[in-house]
């Protein structure tokens, strides 16, 4: 058991090791804080499901460093953002834009909750309907 | 009857959605959005040499392929027979992009295995890597002789993949 819970610590360690570069890009605070929201919204391609931030395969290293030099060059989130979704695709954002592509994607969270509404609704009022004592259709 | 009409249609939409879903192949496979866009221009020295440079403009005239690789990526080299296969058919000019790798290591990859690449672009630090939108070598651009983007594999090629995914789109002149 002792045993086990040292190996753990110890791959713990090791996990901790391969840090990310973390150093700071910008003095300016304002800069830095611009730079990390950034790059915890870009999706990290190689590997799927990390942002760029929490990424440290060469390709995450790669996106920060030109989004660091975009950054210092003066562009806006904006043009960062084209930067990525002109060669990645709407996907290497974790907040897509809404565009006719992407609709669906803002828009069916709030249809399927209004459809279960509407569905909640209709079986509420059905068993209002219902005598008291009459269970017939619950036990079906 | 009418009480579970509703949920057999949501329960078989579901099912569309998963059995879909479960044949999209590659998850990891993204729609690349430079198909049917012009190939991004760029100008890099060559592997070989580093006093040459090879560039989108020489690949004009002709269909295409540029191939992304890199001597650290395991499927590079299984799909590497299928590449000097190919290079020795004839059939395209094959260009390569070798990204984020050590020439040294790059070159005495082409000596021991063969070297399939009319020339090989060396893209040390990624940049145009990120042009491409390369996420995972190796990938592979069909780029027509208008120097637009026709077609782009992610991993390794084979014949099957040749015929099905590249040889088609060039008898149709790339439309799709």
Same mark, same amino acid.
């Given at each position: 058991?002792?045993?086990?819970?040292?190996?753990?610590?110890?791959?713990?360690?090791?996990?901790?090791?391969?840090?990310? #570069?973390?150093?700071?890009?910008?003095?300016?605070?304002?800069?830095?804080?611009?730079?990390?929201?950034?790059?915890?919204?870009?999706?990290?391609?190689?590997?799927?499901?990390?942002?760029?931030?929490?990424?440290?395969?060469?390709?995450?290293?790669?996106?920060?460093?030109?989004?660091?030099?975009?950054?210092?060059?003066?562009?806006?989130?904006?043009?960062?953002? #084209?930067?990525?979704?002109?060669?990645?695709?709407?996907?290497?954002?974790?907040?897509?834009?809404?565009?006719?592509?992407?609709?669906?994607?803002?828009?069916?969270?709030?249809?399927?909750?209004?459809?279960?509404?509407?569905a909640l609704a209709r079986v509420v009022k059905h068993r209002i309907s219902l005598p008291i004592g009459d269970d017939s259709e619950t036990k079906? | 009857?009418?009480?579970?009409?509703?949920?057999?249609?949501?329960?078989?939409?579901?099912?569309?959605?998963?059995?879909?879903g479960l044949r999209h192949g590659d998850p990891r496979a993204l729609p690349s959005p430079f198909i049917g866009k012009p190939a991004p221009q760029?100008?890099?020295?060559?592997?070989?040499?580093?006093?040459?440079?090879?560039?989108?403009?020489?690949?004009?005239?002709?269909?295409?392929?540029?191939?992304?690789?890199?001597?650290?990526?395991?499927?590079?080299?299984?799909?590497?027979?299928?590449?000097?296969?190919?290079?020795?058919?004839?059939?395209?000019?094959?260009?390569?992009?070798?990204w984020r790798d050590s020439r040294p290591e790059a070159i005495r990859w082409l000596q021991e295995l063969g070297d399939p690449y009319l020339a090989?672009?060396?893209?040390?630090?990624?940049?145009?890597?990120?042009?491409?939108?390369?996420?995972?070598?190796?990938?592979?651009?069909?780029?027509?002789?208008?120097?637009?983007?026709?077609?782009?594999?992610?991993?390794?090629?084979?014949?099957?993949?040749?015929?099905?995914?590249?040889?088609?789109?060039?008898?149709?002149?790339?439309?799709?």
């Amino acid at each position: 058991m002792k045993r086990i819970f040292v190996l753990l610590v110890a791959a713990f360690l090791m996990s901790s090791a391969g840090a990310i #570069d973390t150093d700071k890009r910008f003095d300016d605070p304002k800069l830095q804080a611009r730079y990390e929201q950034l790059i915890s919204e870009v999706r990290c391609l190689q590997c799927q499901n990390q942002s760029i931030k929490d990424s440290n395969v060469s390709l995450a290293a790669d996106l920060r460093r030109e989004i660091a030099r975009m950054i210092e060059e003066g562009k806006s989130d904006e043009d960062i953002a #084209d930067f990525l979704v002109v060669r990645y695709g709407e996907f290497a954002l974790y907040r897509p834009r809404t565009t006719g592509k992407t609709l669906v994607l803002w828009i069916a969270p709030f249809l399927l909750v209004l459809l279960g509404v509407f569905a909640l609704a209709r079986v509420v009022k059905h068993r209002i309907s219902l005598p008291i004592g009459d269970d017939s259709e619950t036990k079906g | 009857m009418n009480r579970y009409l509703w949920p057999l249609i949501a329960v078989v939409a579901l099912l569309v959605f998963l059995v879909m879903g479960l044949r999209h192949g590659d998850p990891r496979a993204l729609p690349s959005p430079f198909i049917g866009k012009p190939a991004p221009q760029f100008e890099l020295p060559t592997l070989k040499n580093p006093d040459v440079t090879i560039g989108t403009q020489h690949m004009a005239g002709n269909y295409a392929i540029v191939n992304v690789w890199a001597t650290w990526c395991v499927m590079c080299r299984q799909e590497h027979g299928f590449l000097l296969d190919l290079a020795a058919s004839g059939a395209i000019p094959i260009y390569g992009i070798n990204w984020r790798d050590s020439r040294p290591e790059a070159i005495r990859w082409l000596q021991e295995l063969g070297d399939p690449y009319l020339a090989s672009a060396y893209d040390a630090d990624g940049r145009v890597g990120i042009d491409w939108g390369v996420y995972g070598a190796p990938e592979t651009f069909l780029v027509d002789p208008d120097g637009t983007v026709v077609y782009k594999h992610l991993g390794p090629l084979d014949p099957v993949i040749w015929q099905r995914e590249f040889v088609s789109r060039m008898n149709t002149g790339g439309a799709d």
